[in-house]
């Protein structure tokens, strides 16, 4: 069965700072997996998606998150943390069906 | 992409009423499910929205409870039946543009509810 961990129900950087998020998965398939972000009172958006192909996949407003097999993770990142990036970030896995697997959560919290 | 527009965006109602939500494609899908949040953790699927037959639910959510309509392929509403405060979430709709994930999910804004 599937299933994904996020580290850290919360994680707090300065402004400016280096955001990592981390994710780590398990599947018996290739996974797709992908990076929803809600802000608040929001509904979900697509960050970014990994399905085949280059394993360093670029998203919106910076982010960026590399696959690595080995690992099973899927670690996001952002070089330099603004304060309109705080909000919920979720991780989610697939195996190629139509169901998500979701993990539990991170809220980033920016520090001026 | 498509646009989902949700309604309403949020709701405080009374015990032991109900509440039906809306959801509305600007394109035609074939896939549809409604999703809740309870405060402070991650989604959890009810029930994929099947076009001209019942919705399938997950585990944990029955139809009495959540009765689901999906009359055509760019509409579909979640009743939420019987009100108490434990279902007060955020309940999200989202669409499925192709037939499997790596097409990506869409969605709503989210209705917001507060059982009283």
């Known amino acids: 069965a599937q299933s994904v961990t996020q580290l850290g129900s919360h994680v707090s950087v300065s402004e400016g700072a280096l955001v990592l998020l981390r994710c780590n998965y398990s599947?018996?398939?290739?996974?797709?997996l992908f990076w929803y972000v809600q802000y608040p009172n929001q509904g979900l958006q697509l960050l970014l998606k990994?399905?085949?192909?280059a394993t360093l996949v670029k998203g919106i407003n910076g982010f960026e998150a590399e696959f690595k097999k080995s690992e099973t993770s899927f670690h996001l990142t952002k070089p330099s943390a603004h304060m309109s990036d705080a909000a919920e970030y979720f991780c989610?896995?697939?195996?190629?069906?139509?169901?998500?697997?979701w993990g539990a959560g991170t809220k980033l919290i920016i520090k001026p | 992409s498509a646009v989902i527009s949700q309604k309403p965006s949020r709701d405080i109602c009374q015990r032991g009423t109900s509440l039906t939500i809306q959801c509305q494609v600007d394109?035609?899908?074939?896939?549809m499910f409604w999703y809740r949040q309870q405060p402070g953790q991650s989604l959890t699927l009810i029930a994929t929205?099947?076009?001209?037959?019942?919705?399938?639910?997950e585990s944990g959510f029955v139809i009495d409870k959540f009765p689901i309509s999906r009359p055509n392929l760019t509409f579909s509403t979640l009743t939420v039946s019987n009100m108490s405060p434990e279902d007060s979430s955020i309940y999200l709709c989202?669409?499925?543009?192709?037939?499997?994930?790596?097409?990506?999910?869409?969605f709503g804004s989210g209705t917001r509810l507060t059982v009283v």
């Open positions: 989202s669409v499925l543009l192709g037939r499997t994930a790596n097409y990506g999910y869409t």
């Open positions: 394109s035609q899908v074939t896939m």
């Open positions: 929205a099947n076009q001209g037959s019942e919705a399938t639910y």
């Open positions: 599947s018996s398939v290739p996974p797709y």
């Open positions: 990994y399905t085949t192909g």
């Open positions: 989610a896995v697939s195996d190629g069906n139509y169901q998500l697997i």
